[in-house]
């Protein structure tokens, strides 16, 4: 049960980097007033957010999270485009 309860703990926390992460990236996610569903495409919005910090992760070789957590590289820019180009 103890050790259930730290993976998903571990999890929980990269996830939160990672979400903080891309809110102080981009100035479009600190400003709710903006964030109203129904008024703009929030969830394509953060999506895309999302795909540029992967891109810039890929560019950079690391990212907080890769740093802290693993120890496995991410993959190089061309492979993670690939994911999206693949039929």
Not at 25 to 33: A, E, N, S, V
Not at 37 to 57: K, P
Request: a positive charge; aromatic letters at 10%.
């Amino acid at each position: 049960n103890w050790q259930f309860h730290h993976d998903h703990n571990c999890s929980r926390v990269s996830i939160e980097i990672i979400i903080g992460e891309t809110c102080t990236t981009f100035q479009r996610w600190q400003y709710p007033r903006g964030l109203t569903t129904g008024r703009s495409a929030i969830d394509q919005q953060f999506l895309l957010s999302v795909h540029l910090l992967n891109m810039r992760t890929c560019l950079r070789k690391t990212n907080r999270v890769a740093s802290r957590y693993t120890s496995v590289d991410p993959p190089t820019l061309q492979e993670y485009m690939r994911i999206f180009t693949e039929d």
